[in-house]
């Protein structure tokens, strides 16, 4: 009996693939958290050698965090039924504490940084052990139960970071959260029970593939916010419209990239799979690279609306051309997990960025955006060209095509 009603949680096949509104609602908090990661990123631009290195790592680990708990509730409303109202209240807490994650983010890891972790540990350790309650005797508890754990092994990390001197935090904290994407990639393996690797797991793979592209539109949503925000707060200059110009064109060409064939079949891809799962988990990874790379390239968009002539900063290439750089690395992955072929067209693009990054360098901002624009819509074009009179193609992912006997009773 009890045992049944944990089984009441689970995902129905007949449950629909697309995301609920309260999950849409919940996407919310996170626009609020990549506005301020930018916003931190941003605060950069003025940094240079080993002041730079450790600034943008620390950035980095405080958005790694927060993909983390975004990452694990979409697998959570794809393991089980969103419509349940104990789901529900566990996405709504987990919006909470991801709101106060993005409120404290900009000194989370200097006078914020407790509120900061408290919030992530009550989602990291609490969340799986109320989901591991109400599904009672399941055999499925086990994974919440995993996750707890190892929650609770990398804390002692993550409390001595915040409680200790200053100079131990990032350090501290950097290794607390390569235990938990250690664990996640392992599959959180315990003594006697083994691992209980997600690539197993049985999900909602078309749901799965609807959140990862919502949350590419929710990256390129914020990119437009900082050009709108960005523009609109500075004195009006013609050098300064070419540059709004030329930041829109290049969010305009992102989404053309990510969406055309690959992205766009995403959730075929996900529904031919045997196994959603051996999907989901590298696609996750590659859309945290292309949400990363989207990120950067908007804080690119600040430097260069605020100052298109100004003086060349070498340092500023890491956001113009890096982002860019990152973002198109990522979806040729992409294209490999939804057709399992790399494009030559990105592999040009990647190629034309880091070629002419030492030249980009000497010029002014204004210069590198445009050179990337530039390169982003040849890429583009070739795209276009390569698909021109050809029939639509199908997906034919080769990431978890066939079954295999890697489900467990837990999965």
Partial sequence: MAARRGAE??????????????????????????????QRFAGLSDDAGWELVTGFGRTLLLFLALWLIWSHTAWITSRYEPERPLIQAVVVGTMFAGLIMAVTLPHAMEERALPFLAAYLMVMLVRPLVIAAALHSHPRRLVPLRLAAWAAASAPLWLAGALGPDHLLLPLWAAALAVDYLAWTLGWPLPRLGASKV????IAGTHLADRYQQMVLIALGESILVIGVVFSGRDYSWERAAAFTATFVTSALLWRIYFYRAGLLLIEAFERAALPGRLGATSERTHLSIVLGVLVTSVGYELVIDQPFGPARPSWLLFVVGGPVLFLVARVRLEYEIFGRLTSS??????????????????????????????????????ALRGRRRPLEVAASPIGREASDERDAEA
């Fill in 9 to 38: 949680l689970l995902r129905p096949q007949t449950s629909s693939g697309r995301a609920t509104f309260l999950e849409l609602f919940f996407d919310l908090a996170f626009v609020v958290a990549l506005t301020r990661v930018s």
């Fill in 199 to 202: 690539g197993a797991w049985r």
């Fill in 346 to 383: 990105r592999l040009i693009g990647v190629a034309a960025l880091l070629l002419l990054a030492p030249a980009l360098a000497l010029w002014a901002p204004m210069v590198g955006l445009t050179a990337v624009a530039a390169v982003l819509a040849v890429v583009a074009f070739l795209d």
